[in-house]
């Protein structure tokens, strides 16, 4: 078995990003994090619960063992100019050599790192389609702001951006998010249609 964030080693095929623990920094309210005091991070998918503590420019990841929190890794943060106003803030790949900036970073086979440096595939090459129309979704609600949660209240203008441009990205995005909802629910008759059928198919046989 591997250590905390292995993910799922029983695949024969390149691990992808949904089968790891992810580290995603717009899932983290950097500026409100309290000083050396482990908060508990955004809940994962896979593995065991993330803390993170605020080191300076540094965040700290943590796991808990027995009653206290390792340390685990850590990354530097960065940040740049967003076109409209405003900061984004990315992290430095904390592996030797690299230093890539990204907004997501992976624990896979033990390390902290970009997804380059993880040799992981994009889970878009897998995913479903509702899945893809989520994170179209997504990447646009991060052109406008906070929140990021399917169907959430959309944030006002950002300042510096055009009411046209606001305009064809928040169409753009409802738009996104109902396709996701036509499209699941489209995937979820299809798969438990099959379980139901393959189930009706045994019973007959035992009967």
């Known amino acids: 078995m591997g250590g905390f964030g292995s993910g799922r080693h029983y695949r024969e095929k390149r691990q992808t990003t949904y089968d790891v623990t992810s580290i995603d920094i717009r899932d983290i309210d950097y500026p409100s994090l309290p000083p050396e005091l482990w908060i508990l991070g955004q809940q994962q998918t896979h ?4 803390y993170i503590k605020a080191n300076g420019d540094d965040l700290l990841f943590g796991a808990r063992q027995g009653n ?6 850590n990354a530097t943060l960065t940040w740049s100019s967003r076109n409209f106003g405003g900061k984004q803030t990315y992290f430095l790949c904390p592996k030797h050599d690299c230093g890539r900036r990204a907004a997501i970073l992976y624990i896979s086979n033990d390390q902290i790192a970009c997804r380059t440096c993880s040799n992981l595939s994009y889970e878009s090459q897998h995913e479903n389609k509702y899945i893809r129309s989520l994170n179209r979704a997504r990447k646009l609600r991060d052109k406008i702001g906070p929140p990021h949660q399917l169907l959430s209240t959309l944030p006002q203008r950002p300042k510096g951006m055009h009411q046209t441009t606001y305009d064809q990205i928040t169409f ?3 738009s996104l998010e109902i396709q996701a909802i036509h499209e699941m629910k489209a995937y979820m008759q299809d798969y438990w249609g099959k379980k139901l059928q393959h189930l009706d198919q045994m019973a007959e046989r035992t009967a």
């Open 47 to 50: 593995g065991d619960p993330l």
């Open 68 to 73: 206290s929190i390792s340390i685990i890794g």
């Open 172 to 174: 753009m995005i409802l």
